[in-house]
């Protein structure tokens, strides 16, 4: 198994542009969550999703979109990234049956100028 | 709503010294799950404990032990006789089913030889 898999791990934008993060678990978990690491802020909850097809927002959604179209993926799209958008970024994936333990992926570090 | 908070931004401690990080948590459910993970400065996030909300034994694991009281609401996790290697973030979380986990902003540990 992978676990949890996050590409980029390293991302550097402009002003303005758009683009996606990629998130893939192959433990067939039906929970997933995106969160951001800003320094003294701890983890934020972005977006996440109980189940294909259902997304609901977290803490700090704004300027992102998701979408779940399979168990597997989870991706996370910066519709015009701007730079209070820098920062790392981390995806994970639970079930239920572990009783929620969440898997984290390795982090995406993103910079936006 | 949900909230986690960790009271202790920094906490420097010498060798073999016993330090606590403290965690104190609000939910209005009455069915959730409580977890810590460290940070170590590679940056992956390490998963340490669960303790759902039915289950108030404290719970012991070599060094590390987990003081869980429902009645202050209260997480409290404890290295005995720390070492270098515990230096890293702490986070205190909390999870309500259909939802995600929701962190506190972590408590930085500095353990100096």
């Known amino acids: 198994n992978a676990g949890v898999t996050q590409t980029p791990k390293f991302q550097v934008l402009k002003t303005g542009q758009s683009m996606t993060l990629q998130c893939a678990q192959d433990?067939?978990?039906?929970?997933m969550s995106w969160y951001r690491q800003d320094p003294g802020m701890g983890l934020r909850l972005i977006h996440y999703?109980?189940?294909?097809?259902?997304?609901d927002q977290g803490e700090v959604p704004n300027g992102y979109n998701v979408s779940r179209s399979t168990t597997e993926d989870f991706p996370l799209r910066l519709l015009s990234a701007a730079p209070s958008q820098t920062s790392v970024y981390f995806c994970?994936?639970?079930?239920?049956?572990?009783?929620?333990?969440?898997?984290f992926g390795p982090g995406t570090r993103l910079t936006v100028t | 709503a949900q909230k986690v908070t960790q009271a202790q931004t920094e906490i420097s401690v010498v060798e073999k010294e016993d330090v606590t990080l403290d965690c104190v948590y609000e939910?209005?459910?009455?069915?959730?799950?409580l977890f810590w993970y460290k940070q170590p400065p590679s940056g992956e996030l390490v998963f340490l404990i669960r303790?759902?909300?039915?289950?108030?034994q404290n719970e012991i694991s070599g060094r590390y032990s987990w003081n869980f009281q429902k009645s202050t609401s209260s997480f409290n996790f404890t290295i005995t006789a720390s070492q270098v290697v515990d230096s890293a973030v702490y986070f205190c979380?909390?999870?309500?089913?259909?939802?995600?986990?929701?962190f506190g902003k972590g408590t930085t540990l500095s353990v100096s030889s």
């Open positions: 433990m067939n978990h039906e929970y």
């Open positions: 994970a994936s639970g079930s239920s049956g572990g009783y929620y333990e969440q898997y």
């Open positions: 303790r759902n909300s039915f289950d108030e």
């Open positions: 999703s109980v189940g294909a097809g259902i997304t």
């Open positions: 939910t209005r459910d009455t069915t959730y799950y």
């Open positions: 979380a909390l999870y309500q089913a259909g939802t995600a986990l929701i």
